[in-house]
């Protein structure tokens, strides 16, 4: 159907032949599907150009409004977000363009510390944070870097400065901003463990203890039952003193014998008396030994 002007005798119908009829046709603007027209019907004052110019124009508003009143284009979905799960296991998982690699612990490292660096690290910087021996060679960190461009092609990091071939999102990322935002029943559902548990390369050791303090120290800091609890229950806290006398504060009184009982013990395993604990220079959030098991140096 398209648009038509018909004229008195024009018609088929004798009847109508003292009308002048102009009619334009309205579509679905999604689809093209005919809706229906608009017509204007009359005397021979309408038997103008104009009249025709008229019910098009009208025609195209209907469908103009109906684009407005409709429902949204479908638009393609957005491309899933590349993500490392590094928390709480010795080899990384990467989700790169909706693949996912198990890596080996060494790739696992240098794609956790490019995740905390996005913008990126000098070649120098990447090997001082990867290896404990600093007298490493760079042509071992770049055969490094190309087994693990051999492994993952085109989502592997790029190079001057090494980082990651796009937005990369960690999920030791993730739980620190929840920290950072006082969400933390939210971070400690996103904590399965420390980070790289195994790992001995030094960038990844700061980075373990900075996120676990991190924890803890706002998990002590809210002094909530539930979540000091689950904290000294878990392998990474269970040894922990001060979470542990947390708990017992946060306890009604005939309820903590069993904290206290921990604390005890924990103090005469650590050699310290009660009366160090209570040093108001060492707060329950400060300096301790680490509270999981910790790998060999070779």
Known sequence: MHPVQVFGAEHFSRRVHP??????????????????????????????????????????????????????????????RDTLAALGQDEALLVSGGVATRLGRRHSEIMALLAHHPQGLSGEELAIDLYEDESVSPVTLRAEVSRLRGLLGPRAPLSRPYRTAGPLEADFTLLTRHLASGAVSAALG??????????????????????????????????????????????????????WRALAAALPPG????????????????????R??????????GPRRATYPQPARA
């Not at 309820?255 to 009660?274: T, Y």
């Open 255 to 274: 309820a903590r014998s069993a904290a206290l009982a921990r604390v005890a013990a924990l103090d005469r395993e650590l050699g310290a008396s009660h």
């Open 190 to 243: 996103r904590y399965p463990g420390p980070l790289l548990p195994a790992s001995t390369a030094p960038g990844i050791v700061r980075l373990r203890r900075r996120i676990e303090d991190q924890a803890r120290a706002a998990v002590i800091a809210r002094a909530d039952t539930g979540l000091l609890t689950d904290w000294v229950c878990s392998p990474w806290g269970a040894d922990d003193p001060e979470a």
């Open 276 to 285: 160090d604990r209570a040093d108001p220079a060492e707060p329950p959030g």
């Open 19 to 80: 009308w002048t009829c102009a009619a334009a046709p309205v579509r679905d603007p999604r689809t093209g599907r005919l809706l229906g027209a608009v017509d204007i019907t009359g005397g021979d004052g309408l038997a103008h150009p104009h009249s025709l110019a008229l019910v098009q124009a009208v025609a195209r508003a209907a469908e103009a409004q109906l684009t407005l009143l409709g429902p949204p284009r479908e638009t393609a979905p957005a491309a899933p």
